[in-house]
């Protein structure tokens, strides 16, 4: 496969998992918000948002109030932001067009239909009551994508690297949810279990679908250090960072090209640690730092993807 | 103003054989039905994304080629004096392509004044005694066909160097076939979705004699480029890889491409990027579009580019007049297919000519290509002749005119109408190492506006299904 098929398919599928996740961030919040027993000011929920994606600076730029409605403008719509909902779903398509020769012709026909009803949206505005629905509208379109590449790509190096930007992209993102997340909850630690807790506690669950998980697997009450077990080291959760680097570490091992012995190396180790790590020791290093060193070690494979197979270190 | 030819209708206002088919079933169609699947079109192209890219419109808006669902019907007979004056046309334009890049026959013979073509910007110098693949340069060619008054045809124009619009004649087919299966059944309509199959077979052909399997690329400018759609469309039919200029590069002047397994060579480059951007080093250097070191590869006949570097030369519109002059002197034979006659301002007296008529004339650019730059006498302003005469009178050699044809007319929807609307024809022609081949047909493009005479895309015409009948 040509480098830069490589290079646009991969980003494609990232730019998709980043619109979900931008949404299930942006979910949690406004619900996190919304509640009266709040342990953490909403002005902290929605700066904790900007921390997330590291878009403090962008979006001081705008020099508007930091608040619900600017911050969902900005996260969700702007054109400006490179990483809005808006501009992700923008990312994908452009990336699909660029390769529509290589995807399916349903795979992009389902990306440009979303990127027309985004622009639509972005011309109208978000309805008030509407936010929510918004949210969800962006999750169904990402599922959508994401069942009709399973239900029709042949099972190439494509395929692969698609599924590679999906994984890296989502092992990012829960990190970083979760970072953001824990930290803000902290002063909470003392007394867990007081219902404003459970509710902090569920949310942040249920914005990566882990709430039905948690009572199945642990079959108790919610802990801020079974909630960290669950979305690091459970690799039969779908969206924690020991699933996606499993499937990351599969499939540079499947797509093996001639150079990618040092990103096979990194991917393999990565993924031991995750599989053989406990929460008890990542609890005693400080969740924060381990994060911090997670998403490192993310940027770095992400890194030496780009130099083994998209040649952007020139020939 | 001359009468007009209508497609469908006679002057007696019968319908013409081919049509009686299809003016049968829309007669017997409801006009809901109708308005419905027109409706239905137009939702499956813009979820589709055939689209295109206008120059000088706000960057990387796309815009929808309308769709006439009113087919263009050639009968037979027709299409086989049509097909066989292509193959005649497409063959001397070739041959003299060969011939002024080496030998120089048809000059020395007087046959066309040399400096129409050394001195022509459009003759490339560097092409001088390189020896290409089979002695093919134009592989794809579109020939543009007018149909006037009486119904005859002429050749509008050659477009020998990356002609396109074969995706919308293999779209429209494709949405004719799914809007209206019945009427197929109804009649035998020659099909054309093989056209990529031909294409790629075409390619094969040419490749430098030591490819043993050769690897074929499409080499586009990029997704902002007004044909990506196409560009990627025909990769895609073909099964080759959509390659831009930083997927190639040259080593020992063979060209490879990069991917994800490392370097691959590349045999043959169905390149739709224009000559000027093809390579850097012989040509723009400000080109980001080419690859470094391209031409060097080529010319070592180590890779085949198709079109060939300096087919502009032949489909210049100072060289257009003189080709059933090459029909002659390298075919032996009288041109089937006519010119539109056409005078050259370069010549005193021809220029002296237009200037009085200029009213009644269409006059274009040499160079100039998709319907920008030229002047529509008869529905000019008295402003627009009056700009236009001053630039003719600065560069008369910049300039041709034309009579102004009246293109012949078609049925088309115009909102819940039907109206007749002007129409011309685009086959495509493929030239390949021992045979030229086409599939019945080509893109048949309709000015919307009433009227109008210019069917460009840019320029705000549309498409419809070309039916060739089987008999």
Known sequence: ?315 | MHTTFDEMRAHDGSVRPGYRCFSDWLDSTPEEVISRKREEADLTFHRVGITFAVYGEEAGKERLIPFDIVPRIIPAQEWQRIAAGLRQRVKALNAFLHDIYHDQEILKAGRIPAEQVLGNSQYHQEMLGVTVSGNIYAHIAGIDLVRAGAGEYYVLEDNLRTPSGVSYMLEDRKMMMRLFPELFARQAIAPVEHYPDLLLNNLRSVAPATASNPNVVLLTPGQFNSAYFEHAFLAQQMGIELVEGNDLFVRDNTVFMRTTLGPRRVDVIYRRIDDDFLDPLAFRKDSVLGVPGLFGAYRAGRVTLANAVGTGIADDKAMYIHVPEMIRFYCGEEPILSNVPTWELSKPDDLKHVLAHLAELVVKEVHGSGGYGMLIGPTASKDELRIFRAKIVAEPQKYIAQPTLSLSTCPTFVDADVAPRHIDLRPFVLSGSDEVTMVPGGLTRVALKQGSLVVNSSQGGGTKDTWVLEH
């Open chain 1, 1 to 315: 496969m040509l480098s830069s098929t490589a290079d646009h398919l991969f980003w494609m599928a990232r730019s998709m998992e980043r619109a979900e996740n931008t949404a299930r961030m942006l979910d949690v919040t406004y619900r996190m918000s919304l509640l009266t027993r709040s342990t953490a000011e909403p002005f902290q929920q929605w700066s904790a948002m900007l921390s997330i994606s590291g878009l403090h600076v962008d979006f001081d730029e705008r020099n508007v109030d930091l608040n619900a409605e600017s911050v969902l403008r900005f996260m969700a719509l702007d054109e400006d932001n490179p990483s809005s909902i808006f501009s992700s779903l923008q990312n994908a398509r452009e990336n699909a067009r660029a390769v529509r020769g290589t995807v399916t012709s349903e795979m992009w026909e389902a990306l440009n239909h979303t990127w027309l009803q985004i622009r639509d949206m972005q011309a109208r505005g978000i309805p008030e009551d509407g936010v929510s629905a918004f949210f969800e509208w962006v999750k169904e379109r990402s599922h959508h994508s994401r069942g009709i590449t399973h239900g029709t790509l042949l099972r190439d190096d494509a395929f692969r690297f698609l599924r590679l930007g999906t994984f890296l992209e989502r092992a990012d993102n829960t990190a970083r949810i979760l970072d953001v997340k824990y930290h803000i909850m902290l002063p909470s630690l003392a007394d867990v279990g007081g219902a404003g807790d459970y509710y902090q506690w569920s949310s942040l669950l249920r914005s990566v679908s882990a709430f039905e998980s948690y009572r199945k697997v642990y079959r108790d009450q919610i802990t801020p250090r079974r909630v960290a077990e669950l979305l690091i080291l459970r690799a039969d959760m779908p969206r924690s960072l020991a699933a996606c680097t499993n499937e990351v570490n599969r499939l540079v091992q499947e797509i093996n090209g001639p150079r990618s012995g040092e990103l096979v190396r990194r991917s393999g180790l990565l993924h031991a640690e995750l599989k053989f790590g406990r929460i008890d020791e990542i609890v005693e290093l400080g969740l924060h730092e381990y994060l911090t060193g997670f998403l490192n070690r993310i940027h770095t494979i992400g890194a030496l993807i780009d130099q083994t197979y998209f040649w952007s270190d020139e020939a």
